[in-house]
T-cell receptor, first 113, second 114 residues
Framework: DTAVSQTPKYLVTQMGNDKSIKCEQN?????MYWYKQDSKKFLKIMFS???????INETVPNRFSPKSPDKAHLNLHINSLELGDSAVYFC????????????FGQGTRLTVV | AQSVTQPDIHITVSEGASLELRCNYS??????LFWYVQSPGQGLQLLLK??????LVQGIKGFEAEFKRSQSSFNLRKPSVHWSDAAEYFC????????????FGSGTQLTVLP
């Protein structure tokens, strides 16, 4: 069983479209994250949810909207996609009250054409 | 604000040689420190982590790292590199308390020569 799973793995779409990426974790963790990896492989935090509450909201265009229907799921919706949104998006989860690392999904490679 | 520096963008070693990847961090309190590895097209896999205690930590695949507070460093080492170790390596610092979000270094690309 995959601990943190993201769908889709690849996403190719046209500028201006709206798309969603889904993430699920089966580790029972209370905290989930979205990270963006750019073309130079630099990883940066975008959002974090703890028990379905938004606790980190970095400087990200408001075209990006995370949603956490329950603590095992964190989805990322992107409106009006732009060329610069092309990147790999990683979901991760952890348990904040334990000395445990963040577990990452396999990533979603988004290409905007 | 926390930051992580990986001064080596690209390192090339021969198979069987020893390896050291450098990582320096900036953080006001005791940091949580991590090394992750990313193979092409793959996600991030944890190699090892430091939260507290013994400053020399052992990880998977024969890797180890040493936390040196005086030097603000957390260098990754392996005594004998295998061809399968070729990948991108990321050092990261996690904020204690709060959301423990990770701040990553820019990564070091490791090439292993036969």
């Amino acid at each position: 069983d995959t601990a943190v799973s993201q769908t889709p793995k690849y996403l190719v779409t046209q500028m201006g479209n709206d798309k969603s990426i889904k993430c699920e974790q089966n580790l029972g963790h209370d905290t989930m994250y979205w990270y963006k990896q750019d073309s130079k492989k630099f990883l940066k935090i975008m959002f974090s949810y703890n028990n379905k509450e938004l606790i980190i909201n970095e400087t990200v265009p408001n075209r990006f909207s995370p949603k956490s229907p329950d603590k095992a799921h964190l989805n990322l919706h992107i409106n009006s996609l732009e060329l610069g949104d092309s990147a790999v998006y990683f979901c991760a989860s952890t348990q904040l009250d334990r000395n445990t690392e963040a577990f990452f999904g396999q990533g979603t490679r988004l290409t905007v054409v | 604000a926390q930051s992580v520096t990986q001064p080596d963008i690209h390192i090339t070693v021969s198979e069987g040689a020893s390896l050291e990847l450098r990582c320096n961090y900036s953080y006001g309190a005791t940091p949580y420190l991590f090394w992750y590895v990313q193979s092409p097209g793959q996600g991030l896999q944890l190699l090892l982590k430091y939260f507290s205690g013994d400053t020399l930590v052992q990880g998977i695949k024969g890797f180890e790292a040493e936390f040196k507070r005086s030097q603000s460093s957390f260098n990754l080492r392996k005594p004998s590199v295998h061809w399968s170790d070729a990948a991108e390596y990321f050092c990261a610092v996690g904020a204690s308390g709060s959301a423990r979000q990770l701040t990553f270094g820019s990564g070091t690309q490791l090439t292993v020569l036969p």
